[in-house]
């Protein structure tokens, strides 16, 4: 008895400590109320950290669980019980474009540093109490607020501006009859982040559907600072996939099921090094998600590593194919349209290279199987003197895009 008073004590002062930091909303505090959400926490913490084959310690303070490939959350979901597990990709996309004269940098996941996962493992980022205790809801942990996503069709669309929810972006957009996936290399930065619960990060959009009926069904995948998240502002790797629109399916990283993890090499959501420096030397990274044609699944590529697959099961629009690819960049805030956290760099597009953050080499796969250049893109941002976007088609660089800012400035609101 004396051990679980203490424990609701503990509890008491976690939840008073988060509130008045700002990082949870109202909830009732009743002794039954918290007995009831340790419950939850619990449960929730039991079905995330599956049992480990080996443990890593990473110096960044991430616990690295290597799980049983075969053990991984994906499979609990309805749909994915009886799936056999495709190792690899049937069909690479043809017409992959690289830099012939551009010197590249190897990155590299901080977990590194400690260890590696034995074969027929795969590396899960362990979910701590510490990270639910931050979440404003227990059933709401690891998932995006409902159309967080820019507007895809502005003039049937007549909700509340993303503005107003939190959420700025600067963005290119393309729309296509049908396609299959993108490519693209992602500049690397650490932008600064105003406060807990903001958030900041470059990614594409592979989108079908829309918010009409909350059909929207998007895979996403790039880089993320998010304290609230994952407790620090280390630069991440992350996913996301949702096929209604955000109301209740799809989350980040592992923390739903879906996502089906086949490498030992990389952990989604684990933090990456090194980053780009203002005026010095600049980091990069690949990312490839494509639908192979063969066995209907959506493949992730890190640089030159086969991370996984979203099966097509779990999808209702993208199980046939996209119709709009987005890149570019994302902040959060409740503050939003006042917020200091910075978008990529945190510079404006007109700075340029080594100063401006960038997406380059910017393709789509197409119905058969090839990566082109796309270079017919709209933008869409809120704000453009908070956040912004250019884009252009040079060289080596093939199609890119500079994009970000400061946030709050003379100018901005």
């Known amino acids: ?40 926490m619990g449960s929730l913490l039991r079905r995330l950290n599956k049992p480990p084959i080996a443990s890593i310690q990473s110096p960044d303070g991430d616990v690295i669980d290597c799980v049983h490939i075969s053990k991984q959350p ?26 012939s004269n551009i010197t590249t940098h190897a990155i590299t996941q901080i977990w590194h540093q400690n260890g590696t996962c034995p074969e027929n493992t795969i590396p899960i980022r362990r979910t701590k109490e510490e990270d639910l205790l931050r979440a404003s809801s227990i059933r709401r942990f690891g998932k995006k607020m409902p159309r967080s996503i820019p507007h895809l069709n502005p003039t049937n669309d007549t909700d509340t501006p993303n503005i107003l929810r939190g959420h700025q972006h600067a ?36 989108t079908g559907g829309s ?21 620090d502002s280390n630069t991440r790797l992350f996913i996301y996939w949702t096929r209604d629109a955000y109301q209740s399916t799809g989350c980040y990283n592992l923390l739903c099921s879906g996502f089906i993890q086949t490498s030992n090499q990389i952990t989604i959501g684990g933090s990456i090094s090194p980053m780009s420096t203002y005026g010095g030397t600049q980091y990069d990274i690949d ?9 209907g699944n959506w493949w992730l590529q890190v640089g030159g590593d086969y991370v996984g697959y979203w099966p097509s099961s779990i999808f209702s629009y993208l199980a046939d194919s996209a119709s709009t690819i987005m890149w570019g960049g994302e902040v ?59 884009s252009d088609t040079y060289g080596d660089w093939g199609t890119y895009i500079y994009y970000g800012g400061p946030g709050n400035n003379h100018n901005c609101p």
């Open 1 to 40: 008895m004396a051990a679980t008073r203490a424990c609701l004590v503990a509890l008491v002062v976690a939840l008073t400590f988060l509130f008045m930091e700002g990082r949870v909303t109202a909830e009732p505090t009743s002794a039954g109320s918290l007995v009831q959400r340790r419950r939850e």
């Open 74 to 99: 994906a499979f609990d979901h309805p749909l994915l019980k009886n799936h056999t597990i495709q190792m690899r990709p049937s069909y690479n996309p043809r017409g992959m474009h690289h830099d």
């Open 171 to 206: 963005v290119a957009s393309a729309q296509y009859d049908k396609c299959y996936g993108t490519k693209s290399t992602f500049n690397l930065w650490k932008p600064w982040i105003a406060r807990g619960n903001d958030f900041s990060l470059t990614q594409f959009w592979i």
């Open 211 to 231: 918010y009409n009926g909350n059909n929207l069904n998007t895979i996403e995948a790039g880089w993320q600072v998010y304290p609230n998240l994952y407790s």
């Open 287 to 295: 990312i490839l998600v494509w639908k192979d044609q063969a066995g």
């Open 332 to 390: 959060f805030s409740p503050d939003a349209g006042q917020t200091s956290t910075h978008m990529g760099s945190g510079h404006f597009p007109n700075e340029g290279f080594g100063k401006a953050s960038h997406i380059k080499n910017i393709q789509v796969v197409d119905s058969s199987n090839c990566l082109n250049p796309t270079s017919d893109v709209g933008f869409i941002t809120e704000q453009n003197n908070c956040y912004n976007v250019q």
